[in-house]
């Protein structure tokens, strides 16, 4: 596991970018769908033309939403529960609500009432919370029952009287392929999504080990700079290089070479908070960006890396012992990320003149 963004994830995974559309989405809906339940309860109960099944159920689904947009906003981590609990609330009132249509308004009046719109954002909910594949799965599930619906009811539309039944044929034929149509149109949405994760994937790690990459450690450094000064914080990064690694791949071979490098990826992320950072600066050289921790317990950190680092060993050359040296900086007022490195890298340079191995701190700022 490779830590990227302040998240753990499996080697190589970003998160996805659209996770804060995807909250923006939520919070939107949610006390929308809730407006919409009101709405649609009281436009029907003051035209006489209620179902039971509305009477009592869309009340509910309105209070479940008003519930899960304030749990959402409150505990965002219950998130996944109230999606999974919200979609299956949805789809169980639009599939009794469809059968109670066919069975009951369409013969009445030639066409669905406004529930019928609904049915689309069902398909967008489930190509949002699942990935395509799945969503797929689902959608196609939800759209049998559809048309199961459609066979078990087909038989009192046909004996309707022949305008009526062409009218109501032609209201249901619309909504079940607008409704094919927009579950396509989502998979597709849904794959271009995928794919810009791949890309944005690409575009931020290292694709070796997992880490983020010299470009997008800069924009975390740049990030936790700008916070540590808005708010005052604590902000230190340490410059790691690996000792006479050029041996390694000369002994050894790249493939080797390779392979300890990923061993020592993991191995410093798993010293790691999980608001620390790591990324591949260079060839054996990592960055770790360290917000909100005193001086001390930096230093800590970065003795406790070194120490690891020292007992790796790795399988296909469990004879190479390999070390470390560690270049320490602390923010400073004043500081851009330039300055806060090229510290962390002055001090690494003088670890590495000093014997490798070791762990150096950044010069006070009277002698630097
Ligand atoms: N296997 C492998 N080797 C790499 C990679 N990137 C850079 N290197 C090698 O890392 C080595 C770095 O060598 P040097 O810069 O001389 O550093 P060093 O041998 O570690 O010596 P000191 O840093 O002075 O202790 C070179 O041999 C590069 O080819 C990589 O992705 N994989």
Avoid at 53 to 65: C, S
Avoid at 156 to 163: E, Y
Avoid at 236 to 262: E, Q
Avoid at 310 to 339: M, N, Q
Wanted: proline share 4%; aromatic share 12%; hydrophobic share 50%.
């Amino acid at each position: 596991m490779i830590r990227f963004n302040n998240q753990r994830l499996p080697e190589g995974r970003v998160p996805d970018a659209f996770e804060s559309i995807r909250r923006l989405f939520r919070l939107v809906m949610l006390p929308t769908g809730a407006l919409a339940c009101a709405l649609a309860w009281s436009v029907e109960v003051l035209s006489g033309r209620i179902v039971p099944f509305d009477f009592y159920f869309l009340p509910i689904m309105g209070t479940l939403l008003a519930v899960s947009a304030f749990m959402l906003w409150r505990r965002p981590q219950l998130q996944l529960w109230v999606e999974y609990i919200l979609f299956i609330a949805l789809i169980a009132y639009l599939l009794i609500t469809l059968e109670y249509q066919l069975r009951g308004y369409v013969p009445k009046y030639g066409h669905f009432n406004a529930f019928a719109y609904w049915y689309f954002l069902a398909f967008l909910i489930a190509f949002i919370t699942w990935k395509p594949r799945q969503a797929v799965y689902i959608c196609a599930g939800i759209y049998t029952v559809m048309l199961a619906l459609l066979a078990l009811n087909l038989q009192p539309l046909l004996q309707l009287d022949h305008a009526k039944a062409i009218e109501s044929l032609n209201n249901i034929g619309q909504f079940y392929f607008a409704c094919l149509a927009y579950m396509i149109g989502t998979y597709m949405l849904a794959q271009l999504r995928s794919q810009f994760v791949t890309m944005q994937q690409r575009a931020l790690t290292d694709p070796l080990t997992g880490a983020a990459n010299r470009r997008h450690g800069e924009e975390i450094l740049a990030l936790e700079l700008d916070r540590a000064n808005r708010y005052g914080h604590a902000l230190s990064v340490i410059m790691l290089d690996l000792d006479h690694f050029k041996r390694v791949n000369d002994t050894h071979g790249h493939a080797v070479g390779d392979i300890m490098l990923c061993s020592v990826a993991r191995t410093v992320d798993e010293q790691l908070r999980t608001s620390d950072h790591l990324a591949r600066w260079g060839g054996e050289e990592f960055l770790v960006i360290a917000p909100e921790l005193d001086d001390a317990s930096v230093l800590a950190v970065a003795e406790r890396i070194r120490t690891h680092i020292s007992h790796l060993r790795i399988p296909e050359a469990s004879e190479i012992c390999p070390s470390a040296s560690f270049g320490v900086a602390f923010l400073r007022t004043g500081d851009t990320p330039d300055t806060l490195f090229a510290r962390a890298d002055q001090a690494l340079y003088r670890a590495k003149n000093g014997g490798r191995n070791q762990v150096v701190t950044e010069q006070p700022a009277s002698v630097a």
